[in-house]
C-alpha cells in the first residue's frame, strides 16, 4: 500500500527493533510466498483475500491494511491495468494470461511488515512478462542504493533511470515511504527523481520501496470505489515492493522470500 497523505517523522530503529520488523515482515514474505503458490485461474480475489488474512493471523499478527483509512479488507489484490489498492471481490476471478499484483502488510509486536509482488497467472505475454521482469530489477537497483550516507534520490532515480531506459513509465502520483511503528513514516520514496535535496539515509532507517511500472503513460485514474488506481489508457502495469532497513553492512531486505534474489 502507498503513502497518500501526511506522514509521521522519519525515525530510527534500534537491532532489537529490527528484529521485530523482521519478523514481521517474514509473516508478510509468508503470505506472498503462499499466494504465488496457490494463484491459479478460476480463483477469486476474495479468496485470495482470505488465505492471506488467515496466515497473518495464523502466525500472530494482525493485517495492517484492513480498516486502515477506511481500507476493507486485507489484501491489495490489482489486476492487468490495475496498479494498486484493488478491493478483493466474490465476483472477480483471475484468469490465464492475467497478471496480479497483491499487495499485503502485518502489525506485529507494535511494528509494521509491507511488501507486494505480482504474480503471472499461467502464460503470459511475452511483452508483459518483460514488464514484470523490469519492475522487478529496478527494486534491486533500488535496493542496492541503501546505504548510509545516500539519500532518498539516489534510490528514486535508481528505479527511474531502469525503466525509463528501457521505455516504460514510473507512477508518480503514489510512492513507497518509511516503516516502523507507523505503516507510512517519513521519508517519502518516490519512483522518479524530485526537485530539491532528499533526506539521507542513516543507520536504522526502515523504507518501504515500491515501482509502480506501466507499459503505456505514467498517469493514472482512480476509480469510482476510491481505492483501486488504474492506468489512464487501460495498459498493464506491475507493482514490486521490500521493506528495506540501512545497516552499517548495507541494505537489510526484511521481508525478502525464500530462494528469491533481491541483488544484495
Not at 42 to 48: A, H, K, P, R
Not at 66 to 77: D, E, I, N, Q, T
Not at 164 to 181: D, L, M, N
Not at 195 to 207: F, H, Q, W
Request: charged share 25%; net charge positive; glycine share 8%.
Amino acid at each position: 500500500m502507498t503513502s497518500t497523505g501526511k506522514e509521521r517523522a522519519i525515525t530510527l530503529k534500534t537491532p532489537e527493533e529490527l528484529q521485530v520488523m523482521y519478523e514481521a515482515n517474514q509473516i508478510v514474505a509468508g503470505v506472498l510466498s503462499m499466494l504465488h503458490r496457490e494463484m491459479k485461474p478460476g480463483l477469486t480475489t476474495w479468496q485470495l483475500d482470505r488465505w492471506a488474512e488467515q496466515y497473518c493471523r495464523d502466525h500472530g499478527a494482525v493485517p495492517a491494511f484492513k480498516g486502515y483509512r477506511g481500507f476493507p479488507a486485507s489484501l491489495c489484490v490489482s489486476i492487468n491495468e490495475q496498479v494498486v489498492h484493488g478491493i478483493p471481490s466474490k465476483r472477480v476471478k483471475v484468469r490465464t494470461g492475467d497478471i496480479v499484483s497483491v499487495d499485503f502488510g502485518t502489525l506485529y509486536k507494535g511494528f509494521y511488515g509491507d511488501s507486494a509482488v505480482t504474480i503471472p497467472v499461467g502464460t503470459i505475454k511475452e511483452s508483459v512478462q518483460s514488464l514484470l521482469t523490469v519492475t522487478e530489477n529496478s527494486l534491486s537497483k533500488a535496493i542496492e542504493q541503501v546505504r548510509i550516507g545516500n539519500r532518498v534520490s539516489d534510490v528514486s532515480r535508481a528505479v527511474q533511470e531502469y525503466v525509463e531506459k528501457r521505455g516504460y513509465a514510473v507512477v508518480r502520483e503514489f510512492v513507497g515511504h518509511g516503516i516502523g511503528t507507523y505503516l507510512h513514516e517519513a521519508p517519502e520514496v518516490a519512483n522518479y527523481v524530485r526537485k530539491g535535496a532528499s533526506p539521507r539515509l542513516l543507520e536504522g532507517m526502515v523504507i518501504a520501496i515500491e515501482p509502480m511500472v506501466n507499459m503505456g503513460t505514467h498517469k493514472v485514474t482512480v476509480l469510482r470505489d476510491h481505492w483501486t488506481v488504474i492506468t489512464a489508457d487501460r495498459k498493464p502495469s506491475a507493482h514490486f515492493e521490500h521493506s528495506v532497513a540501512v545497516t552499517k553492512d548495507g541494505p537489510f531486505v526484511l521481508s525478502e522470500r525464500k530462494g528469491q534474489d533481491t541483488g544484495n
